[in-house]
C-alpha cells in the first residue's frame, strides 16, 4: 500500500507566498512522476504542475514564473514553492505520483488534499 501526504496549505494574503510538500511512504520500489493537481469549488481538477525522476519539469500557463516544483527522491518527497499567489490560486491542491510498488508494476496515487485560500 502506498500513501501520500500533503501539507503546507493555509490561509494566505495576495501576493504572498506558501510552500506545499507531499510525502509518500509504504510499499515504494520507485517512483516515476510526482505531480501537483487543483480543484477549485466547481471546476474539474487540473494540472499544475509535474517532475520526472530525472527533475524534468511542466507547468500550467497560469503558474509558469510564480510556482516551483521539485523533489527529494532520497525522501519520496515532492514540494510545490507557491509565490507570488492570486485570489485564482484558490483551491484545494493535490499530490499525485505514479509509483512502482514492486517492480513490474505501477499504479497512480493521490493524497488527501490540502486548502489554499488566497484572500485579503
Known amino acids: 500500500q502506498v500513501q501520500l501526504v500533503e501539507s503546507g496549505g493555509g490561509l494566505v494574503q495576495p501576493g504572498g507566498s506558501l510552500r506545499l510538500s507531499c510525502a509518500a511512504s509504504g510499499s515504494i520500489f520507485s517512483i516515476n512522476v510526482m505531480a501537483w493537481y487543483c480543484q477549485a469549488p466547481g471546476k474539474e481538477r487540473k494540472l499544475v504542475a509535474q517532475?520526472?525522476?530525472?527533475?524534468?519539469?511542466n507547468y500550467a500557463d497560469s503558474v509558469k514564473g510564480r510556482f516551483t516544483i521539485s523533489r527529494d527522491n532520497a525522501k519520496n518527497t515532492v514540494y510545490l514553492q507557491m509565490n507570488s499567489l492570486k485570489p485564482e490560486d484558490t483551491a484545494v491542491y493535490y499530490c499525485?505520483?505514479?509509483?512502482?510498488?514492486?517492480?513490474?508494476?505501477?499504479?497512480?496515487?493521490w493524497g488527501q488534499g490540502t486548502q489554499v485560500t488566497v484572500s485579503s
Open positions: 517532475i520526472t525522476s530525472g527533475g524534468s519539469t
Open positions: 499525485n505520483a505514479i509509483v512502482a510498488p514492486v517492480a513490474g508494476y505501477q499504479g497512480r496515487y
